[in-house]
């Protein structure tokens, strides 16, 4: 079974500031989905990144950057310029390929401050 | 992009009362639609996986019979709690995976309080 490990239950970075979320992962599977989810307040989750593994280059999303190593099993989540409306919860998840079934986190509670 | 809507937002309802929840897939066929709780404060937890027009694969540890799943259309899944009970208010969130669509979208959830 995937197992997903996020060991910073708790961040905070200064507006304006970078903050790295780490994110390593268990998996026998080569292929397979790495994302990022926000959950702000409202609940909603939202994508703010994925990763193929097949892909060697780190996807990025503006201000969103992952640093993806695959032998270790390891997909960190870079924020540059962070904004007061990043504050949220953040939730590595893990998918394998062609399956439908996605692992989470326990998330990282992430507070911008001004 | 893809839009999933879920019905209601909340619902508070008597214990030993069923309470249903829908989930929609607004502009794209759903072939498969997922379940999940969230407790205050933790991750999401799968509760079951649903294959339109075949019956839910439940985690390990769900009660079928307490969390009933139907998948009836390419659009609509819904969650029955049959007799809820206190310890079932939580936040529930639906997700949907189209055909060829590497992700899944999530429903903005329901949160359920029983009282």
């Known amino acids: 079974a995937q197992t997903v490990t996020q060991s910073q239950p708790e961040m905070s970075v200064q507006e304006a500031e970078t903050v790295t979320l780490s994110c390593t992962y268990d998996?026998?599977?080569?292929?397979?989905?790495l994302f990022w989810y926000k959950q702000p307040p409202s609940r909603q989750m939202i994508l703010v990144i994925r990763q193929e593994a097949y892909k060697q280059q780190n996807a990025t999303e503006n201000r969103f950057s992952v640093n993806f190593q695959k032998a270790a099993k390891s997909f960190s989540l870079k924020i540059s310029d962070s904004q007061l409306g990043d504050t949220a919860m953040y939730f590595c998840?893990?998918?394998?390929?062609?399956?439908?079934?996605?692992?989470f986190g326990a998330g990282t509670r992430l507070t911008v401050k001004p | 992009g893809a839009v999933v809507s879920q019905h209601p937002s909340w619902v508070i309802c008597k214990s030993g009362t069923s309470v249903k929840i829908e989930c929609r897939s607004l502009d794209f066929q759903a072939t498969t639609m997922f379940w999940y709780r969230q407790f205050p404060k933790q991750s999401l937890m799968l509760m079951a996986t649903?294959?339109?027009?075949?019956?839910?694969?439940?985690e390990q540890g769900v009660e079928k019979d307490k969390f009933l799943i139907n998948h009836a259309s390419l659009t609509l899944s819904t969650l029955t709690v049959t007799s809820a009970h206190p310890e079932d208010s939580s936040f529930y969130i639906c997700?949907?995976?189209?055909?060829?669509?590497?992700?899944?979208?999530f429903g903005p959830g329901t949160r359920l309080t029983v009282l």
């Open positions: 998840a893990f998918m394998k390929y062609n399956n439908n079934d996605m692992r």
């Open positions: 649903s294959n339109e027009g075949s019956k839910a694969t439940y």
């Open positions: 997700s949907a995976r189209g055909q060829g669509l590497n992700e899944q979208f």
């Open positions: 998996t026998s599977e080569s292929n397979y989905y």
